[in-house]
């Protein structure tokens, strides 16, 4: 019974592994996806600050009030829109800097927060797993699986203890 449980814990542990040297290929696959997302979208700024320049607005944001105020509701639906896409654009670039900046963990965070699925699962359906190339991303993707190995026997471990110290206790008494 004791070699089958360590089999097991060595194919968990390989397995959390494998899996843990998966998140800095994900991020690198997501930091891409946004990039491209981040040039569309401040595309589209751009022009909404081009427009705003035309007709003498201090700001993008000027613009947008003024559009808010005229009566007209599609007018106004207009600068919803675009009021979206410039906070949109503040959004994705917060993202890109996690993403470049930031380290395992926090990627991990920022990629698999339930605000950003949608991107994940678009992401994802694009993804082909790998192996990283950064000493940084493996001993990152090692310490995880260490530590989540442990948390994962660490009850059956707790149990075995107790046993072992009941059956002890039987003997002895």
Known sequence: MGIFVRVIDKIVFAALFLSALQIPILADHYRQYLAGFYDATSEQVQQYQALADQFDYPSIEAMIDTLRQNPDRMIQEDASNKAQTVAKLDEISHGLETLQQGHYFQQAWYMFSPEHKNTLVR?????????????????????????????????????????????????YA
């Open 123 to 171: 992401v994802m359906d694009n993804f082909a797993p790998s192996v990283p190339l950064s000493p940084t991303a493996i001993v990152f993707s090692l310490i995880t699986a260490i530590v989540v190995n442990l948390i994962i026997w660490a009850p059956f471990w707790t149990v075995g203890k107790v046993r072992h110290l009941r059956r002890k206790r039987v003997r």
